[in-house]
């Protein structure tokens, strides 16, 4: 369970590398007024339901940081509460096909 969490975590930041450094000479020919706001916070408030019938309160978070207009790159943490006891964490890598 581990190694597939460790690979994971490892495709994802290569996959985050690769776009920024892609992306990094790119970045220079758009206007800063092109991608206005760079960085955004979400936050999550909810609930999770098990399999088993458990309900838990869960809170979580995600930042995302706009390479360019199109692509954004980031990361997220979720905790479920309660008896599931449980966190999910993540590398998000965002298209964005509004390019907006």
């Known amino acids: 369970m581990m190694t597939k969490i460790l690979l994971g975590f490892s495709t994802a930041a ?3 590398l690769g776009v920024a450094s ?7 020919q758009y206007a800063p007024e ?3 706001e760079r960085h955004h916070v979400e936050v999550f408030l909810g609930n999770t339901h098990t399999e088993e019938g458990v309900d838990a309160f869960a809170i979580g978070g995600e930042y995302e940081y706009r390479v360019s207009p199109l692509v954004g790159i980031g990361v997220m943490g ?10 999910v964490v993540g590398l998000p890598f965002t298209i ?5």
């Open 22 to 28: 892609t992306n990094a000479a790119d970045l220079e």
């Open 14 to 16: 290569l996959l985050g």
């Open 78 to 87: 979720e905790y479920t509460f309660e008896d599931v006891d449980s966190w």
């Open 34 to 36: 092109e991608v206005e």
């Open 96 to 100: 964005h096909p509004g390019a907006g």
